[in-house]
């Protein structure tokens, strides 16, 4: 059976059609591609903000310190790279669909 007859014999709305119903409406922009989207920008500008605060605080504190903040940094990078992947995977699903 193909999934078009499971399913009624219906199929997603694509392009403009998506604005003739209201439940399809809701499909416009995926809600997890906008959430990844602005996470990534959030944990950007922290992760630059922390690369600024290790930089400053180079001198004046323990070494310890200063590298528990350098890690930091690199994590939150890391995050920031995932966040971004996870997005763009997620943009182009939305975009498939």
Known sequence: MAPAAASGGSTLPRGFSVFT???DLLFIFEFDAAYH???ALFYLSA???EA???I???NGYTYKQYHE????VV???VVTLLYVVHAVFALIRWKSS
């Open 75 to 77: 994590f939150s990078y």
């Open 47 to 49: 992760s630059v903000l």
């Open 52 to 54: 600024l605060a290790a």
């Open 69 to 72: 903040n350098i890690s930091a």
């Open 56 to 58: 400053s605080m180079r």
């Open 37 to 39: 989207c602005t996470a």
């Open 21 to 23: 119903t209201f439940p």
